[in-house]
């Protein structure tokens, strides 16, 4: 037995029940009458039983043609949600975005879920990365839009936010007066490594490189167990610490701003309108 039901078959079949007759499904699947008579003698070929009895003047469907039908149903149905996911799939839009990791943690999950309530098939892809390799990735057009301490070349970017700097240290961490300062840095290139040098360096208090690491989650780690001291904003960091700007007679640190930065290779509606977000959370 031939299995291979055709859709149009299935279509046509159901057009037969609800319009009463051969010749107003004709009109209905734009096909002459008699091109849809041989498409339900496919049918019968294919099932191996008659689909149609004839009472009085009328065909009306058999017991195996009742069945059938409600299959038909069911099939059409199924490949309608399949057309219409692919369609989803296929016009899904993409947003490639990249930030740091202090606004990662802080400031984007409001603006994620305000974006997601507006633009539920689009998809986020979030690179948390230190702002010089951000930059790169907009330059290359890895990305469509960056958040950045940088405010350099060709990407002025737009003012976002300013976070406060402090010296952060473990909450039993404990100062030894005139010991060289137990320093906890990243690795270069680093605003905040050179912001905390350049600090220590005009007061001339002592200092030594005790912990440098490639991410700040080695700098966290470092500084939740104790080895020493770092310059950050506190976004990401558990309440057991202790900022020390005053306490040890360290030197004030300033701010730092951040940036938001659009590609100038690829800016769609989606981007336009993650970037209004940004601006209207973040700012």
Not at 83 to 99: D, L, P
Not at 122 to 147: C, F, K, N, W
Not at 240 to 268: A, F
Request: glycine share 6%.
């Amino acid at each position: 037995m031939n299995q291979n039901l055709q859709i149009s078959h299935l279509k046509t079949l159901i057009a037969i029940n609800e319009e009463g007759s051969f010749s107003a499904a004709s009109e209905r699947v734009g096909r002459t009458q008699s091109a849809v008579t041989h498409q339900m003698q496919n049918l019968e070929q294919i099932i191996g039983t008659p689909l149609f009895a004839m009472n009085g003047r009328n065909r009306e469907l058999t017991n195996a043609g009742l069945t059938l039908l409600r299959h038909a149903y069911e099939i059409i149905a199924l490949c309608n949600q399949a057309v219409s996911a692919a369609e989803k799939n296929f016009n899904i839009g993409t947003i490639r975005v990249g930030t740091p990791l202090e606004i990662a943690e802080d400031l984007w999950p409001q603006v994620l879920r305000v974006f997601n309530e507006a633009w539920p098939n689009t998809r986020v892809i979030l690179h948390v990365e230190r702002s010089p390799l951000l930059m790169q990735l907009l330059e290359s057009g890895e990305l469509d839009l960056a958040i950045s301490t940088r405010r350099l070349g060709a990407h002025k970017g737009k003012p976002l936010t300013s976070l406060a700097v402090n010296w952060i240290a473990a909450a039993d961490w404990e100062y030894i007066p005139r010991e060289p300062l137990p320093l906890i840095l990243t690795d270069e290139p680093s605003m905040f490594r050179r912001m905390a040098l350049s600090a220590l360096d005009i007061s001339g208090l002592p200092y030594y490189e005790k912990f440098v690491s490639s991410s700040m989650l080695g700098v966290r780690s470092a500084v939740i167990a104790g080895l020493g001291v770092t310059a950050r904003t506190i976004s990401g960091f558990p309440p057991e610490i202790q900022l020390l700007d005053s306490k040890i007679g360290l030197p004030p640190l300033p701010d730092i701003s951040y940036y938001v930065h659009q590609s100038d290779q690829r800016m769609t509606k989606e981007c336009e309108a993650l970037l209004e977000i940004i601006l209207q959370y973040i700012c």
